[in-house]
């Protein structure tokens, strides 16, 4: 998700200062603990969606320091929220950098392949166990989006570990494979046709 997309569908659903919206987005979330965004990206990103003319100041509300920003979300603004609502989010699913931690461990020999799968099961299964309590401990009542996120959090979780199993059943018949390499290409500028 884009912090970008975020704040606009947050200010979608009314005018909002800074201070508001950072709370709001962390709420969203479920904390900063998931999603860790700083006030100084939150006014950054505000600023370059007022340059862009998807928010403008709708108004300053007074008090004794310098008067907060309230943004309201523009035409054009909801037009690239519903521009964004209407495509599905890519995930980098092939991007893993525990997948390149492993198949180097096998190559390099500066670690065994098989340690490195257990330290990674032991941190799934705390996260698991973590993720878990927390769900016990929301009330579906009041907290459903909660625990929606956290159930899919967990599934993923279980994925991983599952996967971690089937890779370590298979880690002597990846390591008899050849380590792949890089396609060689000739150095230079490319040759013309005819000549």
Known sequence: MSVRHALLGLVAQHPRHGYELHAAFEAVVGGEQNWDVKPAQIYTTLARLEGAGLVQVDQ?????????????????????????????????HLRDEFFIKLMLSMSVGAASPRRVIQKQRAMLLRDRHTLTARRRQADPKTELARILLLDKTVMRLEADLRWLDMVEGRLEEVRRQPVPQPEVRPRGRPRTRGA
């Open 60 to 92: 300053v509300e007074g008090g004794s320091g310098p008067g907060k920003r309230i943004y309201a979300i523009t035409a054009a603004g909801r037009s690239v929220l519903a521009e964004w609502f209407a495509q599905a989010v890519e995930g980098q």
